[in-house]
């Protein structure tokens, strides 16, 4: 089982060279501000939340194109079953949201394929790691090697890794860590979070401060202050005035003069949301359709196209992407438009482009019998068919 092709893959890892990766978010040693973990934050989740929650409405599908079958949608059942349910303990989309948010904390995701005794793929899990060292064999053979939380050490091949990484640059293996921008962003959230907290409490607990003019003992300042809350600050004083004598000045302590400044914790939340590439728009669903086109195309869109090609160039092999197989993530779930834009597609039913069936699915609306053939209006015919 998973445990005998873990032992399996420790002992074919050599290790020649390596170069580790370790996670910024599960660290846990105090060495950062807020523990470490970059999930408990709510501003972190609430930026990472509307990208795991679109590509998890992705829907994957094994698509084959080649001359002799033609075009066909999910052929393989054991490839069909495999992306609906990755492993007994998941579903497809439930996958792919752990995976996209180890890949928006990390930069970086792993999935490990099993295989049966035929090599065919029949089980994926999202790696749960506390770093990873990529190291080489005499054959230049590439393994990750993984050290768990439970304090386990396994390493399996590159080629049974699914991987995908952003801010890929300096390392060969790894997206960059992220560290070094978040950890001064994090740290002023945090601070100023403790201050708005502490400034609620004195507020709550010192509302006057006496301040004597003279030098008196520590009995006196304590009975002048109980005279000055018995005669002034008692229910029993309805006049709303108080009085004091030239040997003492009452000063009214204001809570929002302590509270930090709230212009200066907004613009960081503000480089938080840049960092992540979202916006107060996406992140509380106020987002008109030009705009969440624009978020789709620009954060959404590059991660379906990387998990394609990581999925298909891992999934299958060189023969088999040969003859036309691919794994593509189709965004039949993620659409955001208004009416008037999901009723003017009736031209693309009426052009053969949409099958009504699809159009319906665009309108939330369950299929029809025969709605899955496209139709063509009588008046349309391809340039040179006829008059």
Known sequence: ????????????????????????SDKGNGFY??????????????????????????IPQHIRNNNKEGFSVNPEPYMRFLLEEPNPYMCGQVFLEKYITQFKLNNNAFALIVRDSEGYPIELYCIDYASVDAIYDDEANLYLRFYNKNGKVVTYPYTDIIHIRQDYSENDIFGENSSNVLIPLMNIVTTTDQGIVNAIKNGGIIRWLLKFTG?????????NTDEFVKQFLSVENGTGAAGVDSKCEAIQIDPKDYVPNASQSDRTTTRIYNFFNTNEKIIQSKFNEDEWNAYYESEIEP??????????????????????????????????ASMSTKLGLQAMVDRGAMTPNEWREVLNLPPVEGGDKPLRRLDTVTVGGGE
Request: aromatic content about 8%; overall charge positive.
């Open 1 to 24: 089982t998973l445990d005998k092709l873990q032992e399996e893959n420790v002992k074919l890892a050599i290790a020649t060279s390596k170069t580790r990766f370790e996670l910024i």
């Open 33 to 58: 501000s807020w523990n470490g973990n970059l999930y408990k934050s709510d501003v972190i989740r609430a930026c990472i939340r509307p990208t795991v929650r679109a590509v998890g409405k992705l």
């Open 215 to 223: 030098s008196l003992r520590p009995e006196d300042i304590k009975k």
């Open 303 to 336: 991660i379906a196209i990387q998990l394609s090609n990581e999925f298909t160039r891992k999934l299958f092999t060189r023969k088999q992407r040969g003859f036309g197989n691919k794994i593509i993530f189709a965004a039949n779930h993620l659409q955001y």
